[in-house]
């Protein structure tokens, strides 16, 4: 014996007679009539069910409600202590936030953020489509290299990191990138390793 809903005239049959009806209002088709005649049998079919089955029917109700609500329509339920729910649990659950500040740079060229960025219009004299930006966490000072494939990202970093070394006689030592596929190929970070190059890609789609 089952109930079956038609969502047309939001009636509820069964073995073939109009057993309720149960309009659509707003996402919900609550019971609003009955055929009194009937109601038996809408009750035998549910009776004795616990009540964490209607507290899943219900939306996941709370169950101070959910008994209230049962009584208030005389359906019959095997009411039993609040059991634990899941979904519930993962729903009120609160979202921990790391609150310690990033660890800064402590001098120039120390730690890099760097990204590739592109294809880029208009393109360059040179067939240039992306750009490379090295960012330094000391001074906030940026530097740009235009290249043609996404491909020069690791020869465009060693020469930023040979300007560096020449120039100021530093090294770097953190670089953080997206999570792109290039950035972390297995050519660039074994460069990294073998120079010491500490290396941060940021969790995917950060």
């Not at 940026?142 to 100021?168: A, C, G, M, P, S």
């Not at 997206?178 to 940021?202: C, N």
């Amino acid at each position: 014996m089952g109930v079956f809903f038609d969502n047309k005239t939001h009636e509820l049959e069964c073995n073939n007679e109009v057993i309720g009806y149960a309009p659509k209002i707003q996402r919900l088709y609550p019971i609003r009539q009955y055929n009194h005649q009937s109601e038996s049998v809408l009750y035998t079919i549910k009776n004795d069910e616990s009540l964490p089955i209607w507290h899943h029917r219900f939306g996941h109700l709370n169950y101070s409600d959910l008994r209230r609500y049962l009584n208030k329509l005389g359906i019959k339920f095997n009411d039993v202590s609040d059991e634990y729910c899941e979904p519930c649990a993962q729903s009120k659950a609160q979202k921990r936030y790391n609150r310690t500040p990033q660890e800064r740079a402590t001098r120039p060229f120390q730690f890099i953020h760097t990204d590739l960025v592109g294809p880029i219009t208009p393109i360059g004299f040179e067939g240039e489509r992306y750009y490379v930006s090295f960012t330094d966490d000391y001074t906030r000072f940026t530097t740009i290299y235009t290249v043609r494939t996404k491909d020069e990202w690791l020869n465009t970093l060693q020469r930023y990191y040979n300007w560096i070394h020449t120039k100021f006689d530093l090294k770097i030592a953190r670089i953080r990138t997206d999570y792109g596929a290039e950035l972390r190929s297995k050519k660039a970070t074994t460069w990294m390793d073998d120079l010491g190059i500490e290396f941060e890609p940021t969790a995917s789609h950060a």
